[in-house]
């Protein structure tokens, strides 16, 4: 009797996989690392190339137990989320968004992740990195404000996500801190009514790649972050961005077994 592809995957993981860390330690890990302040978020997205079609369904089976062995091997140091593109994207397949106390960290598993029988078939569509800090303005908003960014968003999976790369114009940085600040007042005010259903990660890229912020979004209502978009587009803050987007990453949620799956098929 044929085995399902998802069975047999993990069958060979069993004997090829090594070392493994506990369930316990690589969520306290991913915990500290979603959370604080100070950590590094890369945000690395590949297509497969043109080989990956011609290879057959065993084939593929033991590439992707090596893609599950990689990110097994290293989920002790950083936080690994996968993302798939196919079918909303035209440039890419996959995303794998890293969270890591030293980008040397996320370096050493995207060399491992290339290196591997997997990798050979990846084409590197873009990497961006940025820094998770302490939000710079909130501490001058009024205390409604804080109080209605502490919304809790609604319960329940979230299965898109988006990142869209930002960059900021020189006038901009040239105003002073007051201006600045009155124009994110502004920004934040229309972000409010969706706070509920569209999730939002900041990342602070000056001086690490050729951006100013990534942003990272997480909703279940497409339409809702589509309005939350748009009534972006009127503040006044928003003449001041260069670069919006160019690309914007649009793609479902999964987890690392559903992607082994998709991609065995």
């Not at 590094?40 to 057959?56: H, R, S």
């Not at 002073?176 to 990660?201: G, I, S």
Request: proline share 3%; charged share 25%; net charge neutral.
């Amino acid at each position: 009797m044929m085995l399902r592809p998802t069975v047999t995957v993990l069958m060979l993981i069993c004997v090829i996989g090594g070392h493994w860390i506990s369930n316990a330690q690589a969520k306290a890990d991913r915990e500290k690392l979603l959370s604080e302040p100070g950590v590094y978020g890369t945000f690395a997205v590949f297509a497969l190339n043109e080989e990956w079609a011609k290879q057959d369904p065993a084939t593929r089976i033991v590439r992707l137990a090596s893609l599950k062995g990689v990110v097994e091997q290293h989920r002790e140091h950083v936080s690994i989320d996968l993302y798939f593109l196919r079918g909303l994207s035209d440039q890419a397949d996959l995303l794998f968004r890293i969270h890591a106390a030293e980008l040397r960290e996320t370096q050493e598993f995207l060399l491992d992740l290339k290196g591997s029988q997997f990798g050979k078939y990846f084409k590197t569509v873009g990497i961006m990195h940025g820094l998770t800090k302490k939000q710079n303005y909130v501490p001058g908003f009024s205390d409604q404000m804080k109080a209605d960014l502490e919304t809790i968003s609604e319960p329940g999976q979230k299965p898109y996500a988006i990142v869209i790369p930002i960059r900021k114009s020189a006038e901009w940085w040239g105003l002073d801190q007051e201006k600045r600040a009155a124009m994110m007042q502004e920004h934040t005010a229309v972000t409010l009514p969706y706070l509920k259903t569209v999730k939002r990660k900041l990342y602070y890229s000056s001086g690490l790649d050729d951006l100013d912020f990534v942003t990272y979004f997480e909703t279940s209502k497409l339409e809702d972050f589509h309005s939350l978009v748009l009534s972006l587009e009127k503040v006044q803050e928003f003449r001041y961005v260069r670069r919006f987007g160019h690309p914007i990453i649009l793609g479902t949620m999964k987890s690392l077994d559903e992607v082994v799956e998709l991609l065995a098929q």
